[in-house]
């Protein structure tokens, strides 16, 4: 589902992602780990086509990015770092612009799924300026899927949610891989990795530093946070 | 305290020069200094029909309109801050998080308001306006104009502290009081005239000195400051307001349409926004009323200029500024995850521009009937779509989607000058030749069109 071959981004003198190769296949749920500045949301705005890199080649859903990247968008589900919804819209306005945007018939029954699953219906009428953050991440994740993509690629995913809906949201991803979905999440959050990811790629100062199972033996029976500051070392 | 002033300054500059690169932003103030030399250089020819005290009454209101312009940025520009870095990220909303009092934070940031924007604007515009003056041998004591003028600025950034301190706490009551103001003003000067405009406390300083005169120049700069001190209200807003879907019911009703979805977001935006639709009466309907009054006595200066075309074109540039409202309160970092490009949304935008462009259209078509000139109805309204539209392609050129800070930048606000000026000057003058000739600005439209296609290959390859 993602082919990322020798992918570099250089600010100036700053190699924020160095010659990465990695391979996302349908049907994982793949982690992206690292601290925090290590390159993951570089990886993100590179694969979603939103800046491009200074080398290397991504394929999405077998489309090359760097050629199509509107395709992309259109096909695959982003949640970005940063949850910035229009200001003056209000969230159920929100979806449908998104909606519109998006060219979506039917889709008011799937925004009051949404709103019922993730439990922010008395917030629709509210303007997104004036959204708690965890709010505005729901309506983020509610946009990302209100097309129903086959992949979906999100940034820090449950950073702003109480633990109530981080459960609800970790469910609702591995049902959504159960299905046949492919979820691609970057986190610096292990135990959300350690839960929910059947695949994980770690990070290091824009250098991939692991790429494999959570099986994987390299990891073996340790807790991933040693593994993981093993490989910082 | 200090250390709070010292990065107040410190942040002030680094927003500014963020958005267009240290050299960019340093050499704003010489572009100020280039204009108001091109001002006084000016009088050259309006010498002739304008009295040096009305000179000098223009000079005194103007710096007071630029103080109000920049402390009423601090009140309309929250929500562009806001939109920009996140409410919590200024040191202006830092009583929040740190153990500093609203007060001290108040006083920093009008001391710091001062300070900067007197090495910004005022000094530059007074060097600028003397060292003009000098070339054709007119002398005004600089020390003794900086001093005036620097006080009529402060006046006016004191006095929208004042303002914003009594909406805060008045709210609608507030509202109606600063509406009534002007009323009460309009009324009072129709009765006594015009020449109260000359009691304007700086301008009196400078026509006649007296010690007097400058404590109560003084005390209209500190009052209202102490006054907004005092009551000082810093209001976050928390509340969440509910509105019921507006946007679903328009995007049906304009369904035929195909950015319809995008021209509903824009109004809403619009509406929504502090100062709603106030911001096109405030910001576009008074400044044209107020062309339109005073553009007769200019033009005496130059027997046969029609009065007429050049409001036409002179609307025409100031609807450009509605692009400006339509980008004010968009990133492309909203739209940069969904299936969009950067000229997609700069297409939406001029769509919405375009569907605006009908109140500067009444207005000119107005203006034409009011000056019993119906039969050159089409041409002036041809005029000012030309040049509305080649303006605005201009803009978005030149600043993307990022309008309000980009004209900031000494090189893009030179080319923007550069690109206009002598265009607009060329239609007037080429109306002055033969009325006919008035059809020539048609070849602006596709003109503007080639710009906007530059505009989006440029803009396209742009990065969030």
């Known amino acids: 589902m993602i082919t990322v071959k020798d992918l570099s981004k250089h600010f100036g003198d700053n190699k924020a992602v160095d010659t990465v190769n990695l391979e996302v296949r349908k049907g994982e749920l793949f982690g992206l780990l690292g601290p925090n500045g290590s390159g993951k949301t570089t990886m993100i705005k590179m694969l979603t086509g939103q800046i491009r890199p200074t080398a290397g080649e991504i394929t999405v859903h077998g489309i090359n990015v760097l050629e199509e990247p509107l395709r992309v968008k259109e096909l695959v589900g982003i949640i970005p770092e940063q949850e910035t919804p229009p200001s003056f819209l209000t969230a159920e306005e929100y979806l449908y612009f998104v909606a519109k945007i998006r060219k979506l018939e039917d889709f008011e029954e799937k925004c009051e799924w949404w709103f019922s699953y993730l439990d922010f219906a008395g917030q629709r009428d509210v303007l997104c300026k004036d959204l708690s953050r965890g709010t505005r991440q729901k309506l983020m994740l509610a946009q990302a899927f209100l097309h129903e993509p086959e992949l979906v690629i999100i940034d820090e995913p449950l950073i702003n949610l109480d633990p109530l809906m981080q459960r609800k949201v970790k469910d609702f991803l591995k049902d959504y891989v159960g299905k046949g979905g492919t979820v691609f999440i970057s986190t610096h959050i292990l135990d959300i990795a350690r839960e929910i990811c059947s695949s994980m790629g770690i990070i290091y100062k824009g250098e991939l530093v692991f790429s494999g199972s959570m099986n994987d033996p390299a990891i073996g029976e340790r807790p991933l946070e040693e593994f993981f500051l093993e490989l910082m070392k | ?464």
């Open chain 2, 1 to 464: 305290m200090f250390e709070l002033f010292n990065s107040m300054m410190k942040e002030e500059w680094r927003m500014h020069s963020s958005f267009f690169g240290n050299r960019g932003f340093a050499l704003f103030p010489l572009v100020i200094a280039a204009i108001s030399m091109l001002l006084s250089l000016s009088m050259v020819i309006f010498g002739k029909v304008i009295s040096q005290a009305e000179v000098l009454l223009g000079l005194h209101y103007l710096l007071l309109f630029m103080g109000s312009m920049v402390g009423g940025f601090g009140l309309l520009g929250r929500e562009v801050m806001n939109r920009r870095f996140g409410q919590a990220s200024l040191l202006a909303y830092s009583s929040r998080t740190l153990p500093i009092s609203e007060r001290v934070i108040f006083t920093n940031f009008v001391v710091k308001d001062v300070i900067y924007y007197f090495f910004l604007y005022v000094l530059p515009f007074t060097v600028g306006f003397v060292a003009g003056a000098i070339l054709i041998g007119l002398h005004y004591p600089f020390i003794t104009l900086l001093t005036t003028l620097f006080l009529a600025f402060c006046t006016g950034l004191s006095f929208v502290f004042l303002l914003s301190t009594i909406y805060a706490n008045l709210g609608k009551k507030g509202l109606f009081l600063l509406l009534l103001i002007p009323v009460v003003f309009l009324v009072f000067f129709q009765e006594t005239g015009f020449n109260r405009l000359y009691a304007l406390p700086p301008l009196v300083l400078y026509m006649n000195p007296s010690v007097e005169i400058f404590i109560i120049a003084l005390a209209l700069v500190i009052l209202p400051s102490v006054i907004s001190l005092i009551f000082l209200k810093v209001d976050y807003p928390q509340s969440q307001k509910h509105y019921r879907n507006q946007f679903k019911e328009a995007v049906e009703r304009l369904g035929f349409y195909g950015y319809s979805h995008f021209m509903v977001k824009d109004y809403l935006d619009f509406s929504r926004s502090e100062g709603g639709a106030g911001k096109i009466v405030f910001s576009f309907l008074v400044p044209v009323i107020i062309v339109w009054l005073f553009l007769p006595q200019l033009l005496k200066v130059v027997p046969g200029l029609d009065i007429l075309v050049v409001f036409a074109v002179v609307v025409g540039m100031m609807a450009s500024s509605m692009y400006n409202w339509l980008v004010e309160y968009d990133m492309f970092s909203s739209y940069a995850f969904l299936p969009l490009t950067v000229p997609d949304v700069l297409r939406s935008k001029l769509n919405s521009y375009s569907v605006l462009n009908i109140v500067p259209l009444a207005v000119v078509l107005m203006a034409s009937i009011h000056a019993g000139r119906l039969y050159d109805i089409v041409h002036i309204v041809l005029l000012f779509v030309a040049v509305s539209l080649y303006v605005v392609s201009v803009t978005v050129y030149l600043t993307g989607l990022n309008t309000t800070f980009s004209l900031y930048s000494a090189g893009t606000f030179a080319s923007y000058v550069l690109a206009i000026g002598p265009v607009a000057l060329g239609m007037i003058f080429l109306a002055q030749l033969n009325f006919q000739f008035v059809f020539a600005s048609v070849i602006l439209i596709p003109v503007a069109f080639f710009v906007l296609k530059r505009s989006f290959a440029k803009w396209e390859n742009c990065e969030v």
